[in-house]
């Protein structure tokens, strides 16, 4: 039995006659950049993610540069991250100048670690009013403990840029008993629509949201190159603009966003189950600790093995990743940061031991009992 990681072409069978529609009326009007299909986009995004506003950028990549160039981050300053999070996270804070400042995850949910985020920020010492701001992850789509980095960013003045990329539509419960949607609970809050995403576009596109006017306002004067009006520059900022194509897709496929997601959620469920009837002891599943994860991934830690377990699956045609093989802090490009593989070592440890399994909302029940049968049979045979 085939099961791929992703099964894009099985989602396009059930939106194709809308999709084609709502391209058309893109193609009759000919008018590609920016425009009606863009701003109607992005009003409902920002409804959907409890947002005041949102500006449709070019990726998820361009969100999080677009984002750090707005609230001014540039030469020296420094950007607080973790290394455990995909490339453009840090690659966006170097491209302005700013330095990335790591702190290593939790164990159990992958993302930043408020506990070490306290040593980090104290152990800056007179370095410390560099730092300008910081970027938690929302990973794999649970939102990071929003709680104590708010309240850290709080304290030391911090630009708080949530990277949402994996995360459209996860809900955060705070202690007060209040929730929020991720991208909502920052001043920037960044989305890809990247076409893996759990909501993708045909190509390239993102989405940046605020909840501040003056923000959004910005955002949108840096998106066109800093003109306002135009042709006349107080800033500069780039080309970050989101196609009209992609909108008018990402329209039609919002409205299936929260079946898909509710999907997924479920297939969650079903894997525990199958997972505890084999009572596996050399794997651990991800815990849903959050209000509402949306399992852009499913990641399990393999304790070890990890990528003899890989290939075994690869050849009993079953897709799986590593998401990701190389912490950033490890990355060569970031020699220049002089951090050692140990200093991060919850990251380090994720990185030998993850695995993300096939969890798209189009999977079938029997895909699913396949896999973890494979798997089963995979420590079984050792
Ligand atoms: C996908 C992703 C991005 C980048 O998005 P693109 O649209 O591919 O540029 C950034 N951060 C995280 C965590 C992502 O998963």
Known sequence: MKVPLLDLKKQYEGIQEEVMKAVGEVFDSQMFILGPKVEELEKEIASYCRSNYAVGVSSGTDALLLSLMTAGVGFGDL????????????????????????VDIDKVTYNMDPAKLDEIISSLKEEKPKA??????????????????????????????????????????????????????????????????????????????????????????????????????????????????????????????????????????????????????????????????????????????????????????????????VPLHTQPCFNYLEYRPEDFPVSKEAAEKTLALPIYPELSSDQMRYVVDIIDQFFKEE
């Open 79 to 102: 950007v607080i991250t973790t290394p455990y999070t995909f490339f453009a996270t840090a690659g966006a804070i170097a491209r302005v100048g700013a330095r990335p400042v790591f």
């Open 132 to 325: 300008k701001a910081i970027i938690p992850i929302h990973l794999f789509g649970q939102c990071a403990n929003m709680d104590s980095i708010l309240k850290v960013a709080d304290s030391c003045g911090l630009t708080v840029i949530e990277d949402a990329a994996q995360a459209i539509g996860a809900e955060y419960e705070f202690s007060d008993g209040t929730a929020k949607r991720a991208g909502s609970m920052g001043q920037y809050g960044c989305f890809s629509f990247f076409p893996s995403k759990n909501l993708g576009a045909f190509g390239d596109g993102g989405m940046v949201t605020t909840n501040e006017m003056e923000i959004y306002e910005r955002l949108k004067i840096m998106r066109v190159h800093g003109s306002k009006p135009k042709y006349h520059h107080n800033m500069i900022g780039g080309n970050f603009r989101l196609d009209a194509l992609q909108a008018a897709i990402l329209l039609i496929k919002l409205r299936h966003l929260d079946g898909w997601t509710e999907k997924r959620r479920k297939n969650a469920s079903f894997y525990r189950e199958l997972f505890d009837e084999k009572d596996l002891a050399a794997i651990s599943l991800p815990k849903d600790i959050g209000k509402r994860h949306i399992y852009n991934q499913f990641v399990i830690k393999v304790e070890d093995r990890r990528d003899e377990l890989r290939k075994y699956l690869n050849k009993n045609e079953i897709g799986c990743e590593v998401y990701y093989p």
